[in-house]
């Protein structure tokens, strides 16, 4: 059975620093991965999503990276701002089945 | 604009009381999903769905019924059997995986519940 697990838990930075969340998942096939962003009382918001077959996706000040073989993905934030503070999701998919979800990272950046 | 619906945002129930949430997509996703959120804890699917009139339990059915008689809707009964249903209920859909196809899920904004 899938597992995925996201360390740390609860991430503290000052404003400006670049950080990396990391997510790992246990079976290596999947279709693909999705990072996804969770404001307090809001529902989730895709950030990325990289294919099986792609090693990183970038968007803005965000850059995920995908290595199926060692069953790892990195989320960097680049010069964090206090906007940036919320809970981030990693998720993987391994066909036509409920995405697995890990437990999130919450993170605060403080200005 | 495409996306999806819940309804209501806030929702108060008396013990012993049915209530249904809404759920409604217009990205002519095929599968949806809903899932339950308590403080501090991960994502917990309770059914989902793939296609029209077939639906599947997820790890915590119990106390829980859906209806999929639409591709665009899919509502969760909160049955007075759920012990526990004081929660942030989250719905999400995506396309079923074939060529051209990512998969990529989306969510809804959740509704709320509190049991009084």
């Known amino acids: 059975k899938q597992e995925v697990t996201q360390i740390p838990a609860a991430l503290s930075v000052p404003e400006g620093e670049n950080l990396v969340l990391n997510c790992s998942f246990t079976?290596?096939?999947?279709?693909?991965l999705q990072w996804f962003r969770q404001d307090p009382g809001k529902g989730l918001t895709s950030l990325l999503l990289i294919q099986s077959s792609q090693r990183e996706q970038t968007s803005g000040r965000l850059n995920a990276s995908l290595d199926k073989s060692s069953g790892r993905s990195t989320l960097y934030i680049a010069a964090s701002q206090p906007g940036d503070s919320a809970t981030y999701l990693c998720?993987?998919?391994?066909?036509?089945?409920?995405?697995?979800f890990g437990k999130g990272t919450r993170l605060s950046v403080i200005a | 604009d495409g996306g999806i619906t819940q309804s209501p945002k806030y929702l108060f129930r008396k013990e012993g009381q049915n209530v249904t949430l809404s759920c409604e997509q217009n990205l002519n996703h095929d599968a949806m999903y809903w899932y339950r959120q308590d403080p501090g804890q991960g994502l917990r699917l309770i059914y989902y769905?793939?296609?029209?009139?077939?639906?599947q339990k997820g790890d915590i059915a119990e106390g829980y019924s859906v209806s999929r008689e639409k591709k665009e809707s899919f509502p969760l009964t909160v049955t007075s059997a759920q012990k526990n249903p004081t929660a942030f209920y989250l719905c999400a859909s995506n396309m079923r995986i074939h060529a051209g196809n990512t998969g990529e899920l989306f969510f809804g904004e959740g509704s709320r519940l509190t049991v009084l």
């Open positions: 998720a993987v998919l391994a066909g036509n089945t409920p995405l697995v």
């Open positions: 079976d290596s096939a999947i279709y693909n």
């Open positions: 769905s793939q296609i029209v009139n077939d639906f």
